[in-house]
């Protein structure tokens, strides 16, 4: 495990885990008659925070809109701003995904300041097998890349938002999450390969499986976001609103929130793709739950 982020995301892991405590802590306080503190303010967006009573005007002073353009602009709108953390997950994960073909395949090197970065967070490997430990990290950083974008597209096409909003912490959040957790990937790769040297094609039985277990996920998750739109839609397929409507099909049959648990499928098939045995990616995984776990509205 590389010992920087292997332990960054182990001390995220847990203290999510505490906020996720605190929060329920703080729930129970509000249904005894307290109101609506920073700390939940500042893990909710959108629809949880949309739900919450009685927020102090103080508190929206910290709020950034999640959707573009002037309250008549928003209306029907599909953009909103966690479009953002997509366009900057293609393109710097893309930049890393392709500095990594080069110096495994094309017997290219990555730049200096690459190699700096990769060098200083990543671990040597204890392993023979150093070709399968890059052919692994490669898979997983090329899913993470599709990923990105087919949520980038979903957003500009296909979801329809409501006029939510996002704390500016949970924004900025949100931008280093996708710059970090590509570097996470890149560091996967050991510190002691050789740059430049030809990479062998090593498909093991674990790749086959996390890539179909990843192809099921997104596609069901696909199907549920497009349920969600269609909530907002006509037959047409105009908008023409933007309230909350109880979905029905597909994992909404069995699941509360099947989107979000479709995406804890993807990072799980991502960890499978590792080879099992990768614990920084699995705190990765935690994390997620957490952060899933602590955007159920509890107002």
């Not at 249904?31 to 925070?49: E, N, P, W």
């Not at 602009?73 to 890393?96: D, I």
């Not at 045995?277 to 955007?295: A, G, P």
Request: proline share 2%.
């Amino acid at each position: 495990m590389p010992a920087v982020l292997g332990l960054l995301w182990a001390l995220l892991a847990a203290a999510f885990l505490a906020a996720l405590l605190l929060e329920q802590a703080q729930a129970q306080a509000r249904r005894s008659g307290g109101g609506v503190g920073f700390f939940q303010d500042l893990i909710r967006y959108g629809k949880t925070k949309s739900d919450c009573e009685q927020r102090p005007a103080w508190l929206r002073l910290f709020d950034v809109p999640k959707r573009w353009g002037t309250e008549e602009q928003r209306n029907f709108s599909h953009t909103e701003w966690f479009t953002h953390f997509y366009v900057v997950s293609v393109l710097w994960n893309g930049f890393l995904l392709i500095w990594l073909i080069q110096a495994r395949f094309l017997r290219g090197s990555l730049s200096s300041w690459l190699q700096h970065l990769h060098h200083a967070l990543s671990r040597a490997s204890q392993n023979e097998d150093i070709e399968s430990e890059c052919f692994s990290a490669l898979l997983v950083l090329l899913l993470l890349w599709l990923h990105s974008f087919r949520r980038l597209a979903e957003c500009l096409c296909t979801s329809v938002f409501s006029n939510g909003v996002l704390h500016i912490v949970q924004y900025c959040f949100g931008l280093g999450y996708y710059i970090t957790v590509g570097l996470t990937v890149l560091c996967q790769v050991p510190s002691n390969f050789r740059s430049g040297e030809e990479l062998s094609v090593q498909i093991c039985w674990y790749h086959i499986i996390g890539i179909v277990m990843y192809i099921w996920a997104s596609l069901h998750q696909h199907r549920c976001l497009v349920i969600l739109a269609n909530l907002r839609k006509s037959k047409s397929g105009k908008v023409v609103n933007l309230s909350h409507s109880i979905p029905f099909g597909d994992w909404f049959e069995r699941v509360s929130c099947p989107h979000y648990f479709a995406e804890l499928l993807i990072y799980v098939s991502m960890a499978i793709t590792l080879g099992f045995h990768n614990v920084t990616w699995w705190f990765v995984v935690i994390w997620r739950q957490i952060v899933y776990c602590l955007s159920v509205p509890r107002c």
